[in-house]
């Protein structure tokens, strides 16, 4: 299957800081991508949806100014968590898909620790 | 939005026992795929269904599209201790341009 990987696979930081999550197709070219968000024991849930050069579209529920995502290159996608507090830690996933295909590949997740 | 609901949600079966699981969604889905996440990892692509009634194997795993195109159904024969993990169903329905996922069943293996 197609290659996704994400950058950094753990990340801790302080309440009130920033933090970037990448997000990257390593053999193909993904036309479209999406952030999942999964908590402890639950399914993963989808915030949003981004194709290569465009805004990204957010599910409801999901502060677009505080979960800001780029999706500037047909192989990186970036989301950034901003001001992040405690309750943003979670398990923060990326998939890609390339044009025409229904298979979506998975990045191995970036656990953010929020202090 | 879909609702796609997964059963059981959780296995506890002895090492060599065969594994069924079940997912059933709302609306027509027009491809089924199944997923297994091992703890602190992403999901990873089982098997890819694309019309209905299609049956597909991968090694031990067997996954069928359902006649209906509302519902998907994953095997799995002679389990390991490594098959030890969460399924997730997931699918396509019309005009839907990202996946669903089910809740997932938490398949643990007694060797």
């Known amino acids: 299957g197609a290659v996704v990987s994400q950058h950094p696979s753990r990340v801790i930081c302080k309440s009130g800081t920033s933090v970037k999550i990448e997000c990257r197709s390593l053999?193909?070219?993904?036309?479209?991508m999406f952030w999942y968000r999964q908590f402890p024991k639950q399914s993963l849930m989808l915030m949003a949806t981004?194709?290569?050069?465009?805004?990204?579209?957010?599910e409801q529920g999901v502060e677009k100014d505080k979960f800001l995502i780029n999706h500037a290159s047909l192989t990186l996608s970036t989301l950034t968590v901003t001001s992040a507090h405690p309750e943003d830690s979670s398990f923060y996933i990326c998939s890609a898909r390339s044009q025409g295909w229904d298979e979506q590949f998975f990045g191995p997740g970036t656990r953010l620790t929020v202090l | 939005g879909q609702q796609l609901n997964q059963s059981p949600q959780s296995m506890f079966i002895q090492e060599g026992e065969d594994v069924s699981m079940n997912c059933t969604s709302s609306s027509i889905f027009n491809t089924w795929l199944w997923y297994k996440q091992d703890p602190g990892e992403g999901p990873v692509l089982l098997i890819a269904l694309y019309k209905a009634g299609e049956l597909t194997s991968n090694g031990r795993l067997t996954a069928q599209f359902g006649i209906t195109r509302k519902d998907s159904f994953l095997n799995i024969s002679a389990s390991i201790p490594s098959d030890v993990g969460i399924y997730f169903c997931a699918g396509f329905s019309t005009g839907a341009n990202n996946l669903f996922f089910g809740t997932g069943t938490r398949l643990t293996v007694i060797p």
């Open positions: 053999d193909f070219q993904a036309t479209t």
């Open positions: 981004s194709n290569e050069g465009s805004k990204a579209t957010y």
